[in-house]
């Protein structure tokens, strides 16, 4: 299967910078996923890369280096509201996968402090 | 609005007994997913469908079932095969095309407990 890593918690102070890495190991790699996901309630989604690069929307940022396997979530000027888990997701249409599928990692729990 | 729906939110079963978790998306996507998600595990693949009438096994399909008879319906259910039923259980749709469009749409979930 794919390999999808990222830090199980991470913590900050309100109005502060915090990046969420992630690092793959797939066959086939056609695009990366990050969704936010509060307590209880259905992942939302946040952004995607699939050339590398940054992508900026807003508070938040994603970047992407295919060549290694590597990308971050940057969240800015933090708000308690961002405490939620933060899931990074890679679409593998290499040999073995299924056509459209997402491989999830296992979610990096922020928790922001005031 | 477009969306997916779940049903129940809350859920209980008795040990020994089946029950089928409904989801339900007016987004016109082919391709709906099952999940299962366990507190420090992630999201885990139970089933999956890319056309009517036709569904995959994931990666922990054991003791669970489900069918695709409309393009608009995918239930997932539970057997008394399953022996550790409790979790979170997320159904998730897509276009089955590549590009920003092919992530998921999720369902609020239904959380399952056995009693």
């Known amino acids: 299967g794919q390999n999808i890593d990222q830090p199980t918690e991470m913590t900050a102070t309100e109005g502060a910078i915090v990046q969420i890495n992630c690092t793959y190991q797939?066959?086939?790699?056609?695009?990366l996923f990050w969704y936010q996901q509060h307590a209880g309630e259905a992942p939302t989604f946040l952004s995607y890369?699939?050339?590398?690069g940054l992508e900026e929307k807003g508070r938040f940022s994603s970047f992407l280096s295919r060549s290694k396997g590597y990308s971050y979530l940057l969240l800015k000027e933090l708000q308690m509201k961002d405490s939620a888990s933060y899931l990074c997701a890679v679409r593998d249409h290499g040999r073995g996968s299924t056509l459209g599928r997402l491989y999830f990692g296992r979610g990096t729990q922020l928790t922001v402090w005031p | 609005d477009g969306g997916i729906t779940q049903s129940p939110k809350y859920l209980f079963r008795k040990e020994g007994q089946n029950v089928t978790l409904s989801c339900e998306q007016n987004?016109?996507?082919?391709?709906m997913y099952w999940y299962r998600q366990d507190p420090g595990q992630g999201l885990r693949l139970i089933y999956y469908?890319?056309?009517?009438?036709?569904?995959q096994k994931g990666d922990i399909a054991e003791g669970y079932s489900v069918s695709r008879e409309k393009k608009e319906s995918f239930p997932l259910t539970v057997t008394s095969a399953q022996k550790n039923p409790t979790a979170f259980y997320l159904c998730?749709?897509?276009?089955?095309?590549?590009?920003?469009?092919?992530?998921?749409?999720f369902g609020s979930g239904t959380r399952l407990t056995v009693v």
């Open positions: 469908s890319q056309i009517v009438n036709d569904f």
């Open positions: 987004l016109n996507h082919d391709a």
């Open positions: 998730a749709s897509s276009i089955t095309g590549q590009g920003i469009l092919g992530g998921y749409t």
């Open positions: 797939t066959s086939g790699f056609n695009g």
């Open positions: 890369n699939v050339l590398d």
